[in-house]
């Protein structure tokens, strides 16, 4: 399902479980208008093609990214 970025910031927050400080900034007027306002990711042609099957869900994989980048950017064990 699609999942908007301020929806992802409060599952962020939710493994966290802490806020995450961000700025939301609408599209400039100068924004060229044969670029989409959004994108849609589909991974329907991986899965057909190569036989894709995801084993993990959003949370836990971004469960999993979140503590290995802390681990990697601030050394935490």
Known sequence: PELSV???I??????MGKKVQYN???????YPAD????RCPDIQKAKIQIN???????NEGLRRFIYWSDRIYTGKQ
């Open 52 to 58: 894709y099957k995801p084993k993990i869900d959003i």
């Open 24 to 30: 939301k900034v609408e599209y400039p007027d100068s």
């Open 35 to 38: 670029e989409p306002n959004r």
């Open 6 to 8: 301020t929806e992802l």
């Open 10 to 15: 409060e599952k962020i927050e939710l493994i």
